[in-house]
């Protein structure tokens, strides 16, 4: 039985990030003790012509001491509090399996910030239909989202081209929003995409612990 004092609190960080920069928070975030992650490509969602709407998302997992540190001099390197430099924001992980540097693996109950001010809203729907999230998620007070290009594995999902069996795309959407907000993004997505009809998506929404470059 493990003490209270073996216990390690981890955290999985989310970058987006203007594309090409993916890298160069990769690399900043390894002289800080961060040993990996993964980037995926995605596309923001604000109309605007002058900026690339192309996306870099960064996801790294790691004990809480080491997400803070890094993401100070991130911050700090980034510029995460001008616009358009990017966004940041921490959510609890429950339990870590296989990161060469954790040696713990057991849940810690209770954890994540004490008052929680937003909640990251995960919505995966089939291609084509992230557009009509980002639009039912806006009606509700959202000011946009990020969208990655995915693919669904589920076993009645497959179609057949020529007798061979071919898996629909998936686009999955993240959205911030402020805790008060939620409920009704959420209610507005499921009202306009009937999510909660088999076959038609998922959503699932996750507390923030902290956040970098949001603005009002």
């Keep these: 039985m493990s003490s209270n004092s073996e216990i390690v609190e981890f955290e999985m960080v989310y970058f987006i990030v203007n594309y090409g920069l993916g890298s160069k928070i990769m690399q900043t975030a390894k002289k800080y003790g961060i040993s990996g992650g993964?980037?995926?490509?995605?596309?923001?969602?604000?109309?605007?012509?002058?900026?690339?709407?192309?996306?870099?998302?960064?996801?790294?997992?790691?004990?809480?001491?080491?997400?803070?540190?890094?993401?100070?001099?991130?911050?700090?390197?980034?510029?995460?509090?001008?616009?358009?430099?990017?966004i940041a924001y921490t959510t609890s992980v429950g339990q870590v399996v296989g990161a060469r540097r954790s040696k713990c693996d057991y849940i810690n109950e209770g954890r994540g910030a004490d008052h929680i001010m937003y909640h990251a809203i995960t919505v995966i729907v089939e291609k084509g239909n992230a557009e009509y999230v980002i639009d039912a998620a806006t009606e509700a007070g959202s000011k946009?989202?990020?969208?990655?290009?995915?693919?669904?594995?589920?076993?009645?999902?497959?179609?057949?081209?020529?007798?061979?069996?071919?898996?629909?795309?998936?686009?999955?959407?993240?959205?911030?929003?402020?805790?008060?907000?939620?409920?009704?993004?959420?209610?507005?997505?499921?009202?306009?995409?009937?999510?909660?009809?088999?076959?038609?998506?998922?959503?699932?929404?996750?507390?923030v612990n902290k956040t970098y470059g949001l603005f009002s």
Excluded: C, W, Y
């Excluded at 179609?159 to 686009?171: C, R, V």
């Excluded at 993240?174 to 009809?197: F, G, P, R, W, Y």
């Design 38 to 86: 993964t980037v995926l490509l995605g596309k923001g969602t604000i109309k605007n012509r002058l900026l690339d709407s192309r996306k870099e998302i960064v996801l790294m997992v790691s004990d809480t001491k080491t997400i803070n540190q890094a993401l100070e001099q991130l911050d700090q390197k980034m510029k995460f509090s001008k616009p358009n430099h990017g």
């Design 144 to 207: 946009g989202g990020t969208i990655i290009n995915a693919r669904g594995s589920g076993i009645h999902e497959t179609s057949k081209l020529f007798s061979m069996e071919i898996e629909p795309e998936k686009e999955i959407v993240m959205i911030l929003s402020e805790k008060e907000s939620t409920e009704e993004i959420v209610a507005s997505i499921n009202k306009k995409l009937k999510i909660d009809e088999p076959g038609n998506g998922i959503i699932f929404i996750q507390d």
